[in-house]
């Protein structure tokens, strides 16, 4: 029986074809003869795979693009090289409905209602000459940003430099008397964002050149805080010695050949208070300026004796007031923090403590009210928490609060154009759909709109 299996067993064996490898070149027999015989089907898939190769170069092109983009975006030192060889081809510059991109204006002071809507080119030696109490934080981020010195020319910025300007150089009135309403004491309000701190900073530039003279304030929370604080009982406010001597050297940066040729006009003399970390002077609690001395001589007064500083912080601003040979305009960003509490407190007992209002400092009492007949600009920054006030504050005119707004739509269209050409946004993806949802998306407000332009998809 066994012997009858194995016969069995032997003739299959020789009978059946090894079916792995017949069927190998069974395979291979087959797709040669599909391929060989039928130039049909070989032209077709040939002619597919033509096709599909420009296509698949267009999307390795596209990719490549795309990579070269977000490297600009990442890789500074790239895109500072793109941005250099971008500037020696001027069909770059170009806005939106193919109007110009930068202006032509040299100076703030020949800005037109045409420029509305363009770029004003600046140095950063030229900004840091004339502003040389610090550059605005907006400022700043929006050139580190966009790689370059360059701000928008806005209406609500026009508006403002205009409303001055015809207070020094009244324009011929109608002959009916009715003409522009001017103001001399203004509150810039608004959102966050809205660019009132540029707009001040753009209006101290112009003033500058205009030859005035301009108090510029660009930090005015640095009033209200740090340093020493002491109570004078001879005013009933607190000093700040170390606030009040940066104030005067602030002043002096500009400004200096101008108090040269301007001579004090109060005689008395400037009372004394504590030194900073020094304390009181023996003996002595007021110091006489000579006869003859210029507004130079009294700051110079201020800097030099630290017991003297905030009375001649005090001084300085009555003498503003008589200053008559040349405009004199005070400006003074974050003006909102001094309408709340500083951050510094008096002991009451033991176990509690006071805040102290920002009123009750010598320097802020001094600079605060717009109560007067002298130019004056306030810009409010809702960026340092100070929270909301109520309409009508004290000390200030009831028709001093202007609402400055954000970005309009075509102002944000040439905003989107503008970090196109700065290569914040790739231009592959760059359409009127892509910036109009940007502009939606952070409803007008320029430091959301900068932030989400590389994420344009």
Known sequence: MLRAILRAATAASRTAPDRSIPAVFASSKLSSSNYSSKNTKSSLVKAKKAKSKPDAKSEEASAAAADDGLSDLLDEEARDRRLAEDDKDPSLDVGPNGRALFTSATTISQLSRKDTCTYMKFSTEGLNAVLPEGLTAGMVKEFEESRRSALLVRRSFLDLRDNFRRIVDPPLRSSDGKGPKVLKQIVL?????????????????????EGWLVFYVPRGRDWTHGGFFYKNPQTGFWDTPVQAANILQDFLKRNESHLKQLTCQISDPIPLGEGAGVGWMKGVDSMAMPEGSTLYDLVQTGMSHTHAAVGVVVRLRKELSLVKDIPVLI????????????????????????????KE??????????????????????STAVGKLRQELPDVPKDARIYFPRYSLEEAATVSHYYLRQ????????????????YYLSNGNGAEMRWLAPLMR
């Open 331 to 358: 400006a003074v960003d974050q003006y909102n923090s001094w309408f709340t509490f500083t951050e510094y407190e008096e002991a009451v007992t033991v176990r509690s403590c006071r805040p102290i209002h920002a």
């Open 423 to 438: 290569r914040l946004v790739r231009r592959e993806i760059f359409s009127d759909e892509n910036w109009k949802k940007l």
């Open 189 to 209: 309000d608004g959102p966050v964002s809205s660019g009132k701190s540029i707009a001040l900073a753009m209006l101290v530039h112009w003033a500058r050149d």
């Open 361 to 382: 400092l010598a320097t802020v009492n001094a600079f605060r009210s717009m109560m007067h007949n002298d130019m004056m600009v306030g810009a409010f920054s809702h």
